[in-house]
């Protein structure tokens, strides 16, 4: 109501606009082709029907800008400026019979856009989508299912569960989008979110795709994964991709970091193997301790981790990077009186 009171008081300013000869006498002399573009341009904005479907009617190339107007605009124009308070389906549903009268669709697209706008005023969702699924991207129709079944009307069948597919079809063309962006390193992390609506088939693909993720050395794809699966709620898949992260930075070569992620995934008797190469006397000098303490200290959070001598070398030899041998010695004494290990300190 409040937007039609407006429009009212601007069309009144509009018509008066219209009606200044004056100043529509000054501009013929000075530019005559802008005063016919601004007068035609009022006819426009006051609901003129004859000056509407002349501004969007097809010209030819070089005329007026080789402008090409379909039905469409035609449609949006009349419901702008002439019907802004159309009110029903059937309405638009006649409209729109007028304007593909006046100017046919000429193309697929343009046919398929007509058909889902009829549909639509029929509250036919099928029909909808049929017509959707010739022309559109698989974004488009993963999402006007969720659009149709907002609707006030109701889902119109779109919820009922299809035995075929085991899964309604909100469902089906929301999973059929998220698979085609988890192939894609760059929106892999997209297609978990729309996985996470999928309430029947969802858990399943997020899983499918978790495990062939291609993680790299710097943990980083790794690290997103973890906090994905955890916000799912699936801590198995945590495990599972920090001990694979662990495995590919091993073969990589990046002991410290395997044994790490190894750690963090649980798996301590691989992460022992780790930090035995580390503890090696014959091995080069590690060259950052904080990917060791930080494996250390996974091994101290877990209550069921046998004690490593491994382990209790690498202490050692942290102990003496940082100048503390007596702390040292009695790490090594420790864990040996622990082991039943005769002392090898000496």
């Not at 929106?187 to 993720?213: D, K, N, P, Q």
Request: proline fraction near 3%; charge should be negative; include cysteine.
């Amino acid at each position: 109501r409040e937007l039609m009171l407006a429009r009212k008081s601007w069309l009144a300013q509009a018509r008066e606009l219209k009606g200044d000869a004056e100043l529509w006498t000054a501009c013929s002399t000075k530019a005559p082709e802008t005063m016919r573009a601004c007068l035609a341009c009022l006819d426009v904005l006051m609901g003129d029907e004859a000056a509407i479907l002349k501004a969007v009617s097809p010209r030819s190339p070089g005329v007026g800008g080789g402008h090409s107007a379909n039905f469409c605009e035609l449609l949006i124009a009349k419901m702008t400026h002439m019907y802004p308070d159309l009110g029903s389906l059937s309405e638009l549903e006649q409209l729109l019979g007028q304007c593909e009268e006046a100017l046919p669709p000429s193309n697929v697209f343009q046919e398929s856009v007509a058909s889902v706008i009829r549909h639509s005023c029929q509250m036919d969702h099928q029909a909808v989508i049929k017509a959707c699924s010739f022309v559109v991207s698989d974004w488009f129709l993963a999402h006007i299912t969720i659009v149709l079944q907002a609707h006030p009307s109701g889902p119109g069948g779109l919820d009922r569960v299809m035995t075929h597919l085991g899964s309604d079809q909100c469902e089906f063309y929301r999973l059929d989008y998220a698979c085609s962006l988890a192939a894609n390193p760059l929106t892999w992390h997209m297609a978990a979110r729309y996985m996470g609506f999928c309430e029947h088939h969802g858990r399943a693909a997020f899983e499918t795709m978790m495990s062939v993720l291609p993680l790299g050395v710097d943990g980083r794809m790794a690290r997103q994964a973890i906090n994905l699966a955890r916000e799912y709620g699936m801590e198995h898949l945590c495990t599972r991709i920090q001990r694979q992260q662990g495995a590919i930075c091993w073969h990589a070569g990046l002991v410290g970091m395997a044994a790490q992620w190894f750690s963090k995934g649980g798996d301590f008797a691989s992460a022992d193997k780790c930090l035995a190469q580390l503890a090696d006397p014959d091995a080069e000098a590690i060259d950052d301790f904080r990917e060791c303490i930080e494996a250390l200290e996974e091994f101290d959070a877990s209550p069921n981790m046998a004690i490593s001598r491994n382990r209790a070398l690498i202490s050692a030899q942290i102990a003496g990077h940082r100048k503390d041998f007596l702390g040292a010695v009695a790490v090594l004494r420790r864990v040996d009186r622990r082991l039943g290990l005769e002392c090898m300190t000496h």
